[in-house]
């Protein structure tokens, strides 16, 4: 639980009816039952019961049920968010910082012009941000 956490789901504020032996759940904001004064704790299910571990900030779970993650961060648990300043698939950036608007087309006396102008801009972005080839 502690090194490589996989919680069912969803925070919940009452314990499962019949956990398995070593399911873990994230304890919600207002626990009931035997997760009582346990709010944001994971709960690990045991040969002896429930065993509960307090969270630090960026401590990760993994979210069985979504096939996402949950990351714990100024109080509170974020699930499926993902932070980071870029995207890479097989060492090929694809998602980057994100640059300034695109101005819409305005003006101009013929329209094919302006078309084509923001059309660069927007194939631009996308080179930019590895999206498309260069």
């Known amino acids: 639980m502690l090194v490589a956490a996989a919680v069912e789901g ?5 314990p499962p009816g019949s956990p398995a032996i070593g399911n873990c759940y994230i304890v919600a904001g207002s626990p009931t039952g035997a997760w009582a004064g346990h709010a944001q704790q994971l ?5 002896g ?6 969270p630090l ?11 996402t993650t949950a990351v714990y961060d ?5 699930i499926g968010n993902l932070s980071g300043s870029q995207v890479t698939v097989d060492g090929v950036k ?4 994100r640059d300034g608007a695109i101005a819409a087309p305005a003006g101009g006396t013929t329209v094919d ?8 801009e927007i194939l631009d972005a996308l080179r ?5 080839e260069m």
């Open 10 to 14: 969803s925070p919940l504020a009452t």
């Open 43 to 47: 709960a690990a299910y045991t040969s």
């Open 49 to 54: 019961g429930w065993r509960f571990i307090a």
């Open 57 to 67: 900030d960026g401590m990760a779970a993994y979210v069985r049920s979504s096939g």
């Open 74 to 78: 100024d109080g509170a648990w974020e």
């Open 94 to 97: 694809v998602v980057g910082a």
């Open 113 to 120: 012009t302006q078309a084509r102008g923001t059309i660069g």
């Open 128 to 132: 930019q941000h590895g999206l498309i």
